[in-house]
């Protein structure tokens, strides 16, 4: 299915790219279901989405609780049958730059909010967009998907697991009429770029880069990727030997500061 959507969901709405894709969607007589943590900056999302014409709920949920999520989904789908669905939450930590370790906990919280909250976002809807024949569905993971970076390996493997669901259940969701797709970007400001301190090659406004996912969504693309000199040079050094990849990736340094 192509845009234009009457109904969509959208996780992660508080800030940054969700909140300006909440409002590149926002218009009259459409739906938007906007879940996020951050109360206040959710609300202020909110309301310049209403101010815009569009129908808002919001939940406050952690996407890593499947239960919530599943029970929320639900009935915001009995009362707005969705049309889209683009699972955005998101989470970014990374190790000492001097330490060899991560700490499993930083990890695993990334793997549980980046991949599991995608899945917490995607699975339970599926039945119910596969009766219909109609709908998409659109998962966010990162240019990090395309190769491990050294200062942030939790992140870049929840990143890399979110690009290969959403690539499998392309062909598998196509055959029950829904459209997949799976978008790779790059920076952009938000609070988690804010976060970021290192170099941020190619630095796009979150406006200017919901812009562009959501020409890619409304077209029906299988894959959105940008921007090209970052894709191109992170798929090089996953395809050139480990030792060639390694040194380039090595001199790239950055850390993550705590949220």
Known sequence: MRGPFSAVIITGASSGLGAAL???????????????RDRQRLEATGRACEEKGAVVSTALIDVTDASVMASWLHEFDRQYPVELLVANAGTSAGPDPESPSEGAEAASRQIAVNLLGAINTVEPLLPALASRRRGRVAV?????????LPYSPGYCASKAGVRAYAEALRPRLRQHGIGTTVVCPGFFDSPMTDRFAGPTPFLLSSTRAARIVKRGIDRGQGRVAFPWPLVFGLRFCDLAPAVIGDAILQRYRFRIHSA
């Open 22 to 36: 909440a409002r590149a969607y926002a218009r009259p007589q459409v739906a938007l279901g906007l879940v996020a």
């Open 140 to 148: 966010i993971a990162s240019i990090a998907a395309y190769r491990g």
